[in-house]
């Protein structure tokens, strides 16, 4: 059944969001419109240092917009995932008075995106947040497991080693050795 054009619509505002996510915001992990457990589908969701989450919600219309209010997660918003959180929206779509308290607004306006709000200073996740951000991460994580097997995770990641191997003991050049990592996600 092909896309209608809301759907559409919301497709590109996903992928522009996970874009600016993770080429603009700073984010090294950035998962879009991924199921788990919890009843909440982030359209995008990113992690940047200090393991802090960064949700962002696409509303193509208003209606879109008021009908996220009436959703569990946003009703009590200390069960929602995302340390910061934003609204994506064409531009005008969402006024910023609107907005719930702490959130953040980026717009875009043709192809230009714009952070109209920048969201709160407050670390909005609680530790029911931090559990279901836990249970997608493990949840993506499982879907990859699934994909690669026989292959497990472990060896997967491992990859470098082999490369190494294959390179008469150098890696690729750009490819940094697993002890010259940087790992921002434990540093502050």
């Not at 600016?20 to 995008?44: F, H, K, M, N």
């Not at 530790?127 to 097997?149: F, T």
Request: aromatic share 8%.
């Amino acid at each position: 059944m092909p896309k209608t054009s809301s759907e559409t619509k919301h497709a590109q505002l996903v992928a522009r969001a996970a874009n600016w996510l993770r080429y603009r915001y700073g984010c090294g992990i950035v998962l879009s419109e991924q199921y788990c457990a919890t009843g909440e589908v982030p359209d995008v969701i990113g992690w940047k240092a200090s393991c802090q989450s960064v949700l962002v919600e696409c509303k193509v219309s208003r209606a879109d917009f008021l009908a996220d209010a009436n959703k569990p997660f946003r009703l009590h918003s200390e069960d929602g995932m995302g340390s910061k959180r934003l609204y994506f929206s064409p531009a005008g779509t969402i006024a910023p008075g609107e907005l719930p308290k702490h959130w953040g607004l980026l717009e875009c306006k043709g192809r230009d995106l714009q952070l109209l709000v920048k969201p709160g200073r407050v670390d909005l996740r609680s530790p029911i947040g931090l559990m279901k951000e836990m249970n997608l991460l493990l949840a993506s994580l499982r879907r990859v497991e699934v994909r690669i097997e026989p292959q497990t995770i472990t060896e997967f990641l491992k990859w470098k080693n082999r490369m190494a191997e294959y390179n008469g003991g150098r890696l690729p050049e750009g490819i940094a050795a697993q002890e010259e990592e940087a790992n921002g996600y434990l540093v502050s």
